[in-house]
């Protein structure tokens, strides 16, 4: 793969506002992203030793750092008015989603023994607790 900007085409009004690093199609999302003019080619940063793509959003919030071959996330960072955050894709690996690696996304296969609460307003508490806002 090799990186280019390619003009949108007359007429395109889905215009992407970002990419999930969550999704299957981050790589797409990104060109996608690029393609649009919602972000630009800043450079070449390493992380972690790892030569990466520096792709920045129109509006600068955004810094997305990517494999420069299939464009997997390496880092992802944002900036808001109230700080950011950072995250950081050690190993990124999109599962078939055929249900044969279920029990690799499985917290009760993966930790059998651990409890399982379900209850939205423990949730609710637990949120609270951690990331209070004020």
């Known amino acids: 793969m090799r990186l ?3 003009p949108v085409p007359s007429g395109t009004v889905n215009q992407p506002d970002g990419a999930d690093p969550g999704s299957p199609a981050f790589g797409s999302q990104i060109l996608a992203l690029l393609r649009s003019g919602g972000a630009h080619l800043a450079g070449h940063a390493t992380i972690d030793g790892r030569d990466t793509l520096e792709i920045r959003s129109a509006d600068d919030h955004t810094t997305y750092y990517v494999d420069p071959r299939t464009y997997a996330p ?23 989603g055929d249900g044969a690696d279920d029990a690799l996304v499985s917290l009760a296969a993966q ?8 209850d939205p307003a423990d949730y609710r508490a637990a949120e609270r607790r951690l990331l209070p806002h004020g």
């Open 111 to 118: 930790h059998p023994s651990a409890a399982v609460d379900r």
């Open 74 to 96: 390496v880092q992802l960072d944002t900036r808001g008015t109230d700080g950011g955050t950072s995250l950081r894709f050690h190993t990124y690996e999109v599962l078939p």
């Open 4 to 6: 280019g900007v390619v």
